[in-house]
């Protein structure tokens, strides 16, 4: 073993053995953040106290036009009063798992002592980083493509009511008991804001916060200007909307459809290569013979 490979393996070793020191200082202070999370969903959550450690000992700021947009994230799919612990506990597990994984990349090149070992060492922390980034990503989509699909329908009903002679925060609350997807809940929050005492127009506003999605804000913009104008103009806005919303879903859905066409090309391309790979290792075989 030479001495480059001396140096790399206790590196490796030192980083394997503070990681060790600070799970053990971290499991007594931060067992209660992770007690309560489920085992199915959160398998390594023995480490978790290693990243809520470090995040605490540099005094981490969330502060940064992503961490902002991540804490509006966790405020929409938590609520927020808790908010701020799984925004913390989604960098947790990040940090946790990056720094378990990084004593790795000294420890392998001192036995291979082959550079390449470290590319793939932040290949697999890069890896762990994406993980848990969707996590948060994918609860996200899926409740845009939620949105997405049942606008149109909220708009129309809206429309039917108030054309019917309803007025808006009634035919609101009607048409919120009507579904129990993710803006029919958003839809009833809205209506507990208003029972509470917040005003009918800032408790719009907070729903078009909720939701974070531009087709809501434009709507909800656009609705609360033509409130104060009276029913006449609204039940007219209304209806243009009603057929903007359903032109906007029959693009969205072409879009979905053209996207899982472009998926579908992934394996059919990967089995074609393999086909093409079967066919000419033979022919170029039979040549060298």
């Known amino acids: ?22 799970l053990n200082i971290g499991s007594s202070k931060y067992s209660e953040y992770i007690d309560n999370l489920p085992d199915k969903e959160h398998f390594l959550k023995g480490m978790y106290p290693v990243g809520f450690y470090v995040l605490d000992k540099i005094k981490y700021r969330y502060s940064s036009k ?20 799984y925004l913390n506990l989604n960098y947790a597990q990040k ?35 994406w993980y848990y980034d969707m996590l948060i990503t ?8 939620d949105i997405d699909r049942d606008l149109p329908n909220i708009i129309s009903k809206l429309t039917l009511l108030v054309n019917a002679g309803m007025i808006l925060s009634e035919a609101w609350i009607k048409v919120s008991t009507t579904g129990n997807s993710t803006i029919y809940e958003e839809m009833r929050k809205t209506t507990m804001e208003i029972q509470n005492g917040t005003s009918e127009i800032e408790a719009y506003m907070n729903f078009s916060d909720r939701c974070m ?6 709507f909800i913009s656009t609705l609360v200007q033509n409130i104060t104008k009276g029913n006449k103009e609204l039940v007219t806005y209304l209806k243009d909307q009603t057929k903007i919303s359903w032109e906007e879903k029959k693009h969205n859905v072409r879009r979905q459809g053209e996207k899982a066409s472009s998926k579908l090309l992934i394996p059919i391309s990967i089995t074609f290569i393999g086909i093409l790979i079967m066919i000419v290792v033979p022919i170029f075989a039979n040549f060298s013979m």
Request: proline share 1%; glycine share 6%.
């Open 1 to 22: 073993m030479n001495l480059l490979s001396i140096i790399m393996l206790s590196i490796g070793t030192i980083l394997f053995v503070l990681y060790i020191i600070i």
């Open 66 to 85: 992503l961490d902002r947009k991540r804490l509006k994230e966790t405020t929409v799919i938590f609520g927020e009063k808790y908010a701020r612990y």
């Open 95 to 129: 940090v946790s798992v990056g720094l378990f994984i990084l004593p790795f990349g000294f420890l392998f090149y001192s036995l291979v002592n082959n550079g390449v070992i470290f590319i793939l060492d932040f290949v697999f922390m890069a890896c762990a980083f």
């Open 138 to 145: 994918d609860i996200i989509s899926k409740r845009n493509s």
């Open 213 to 218: 999605k531009m087709e809501v804000t434009k």
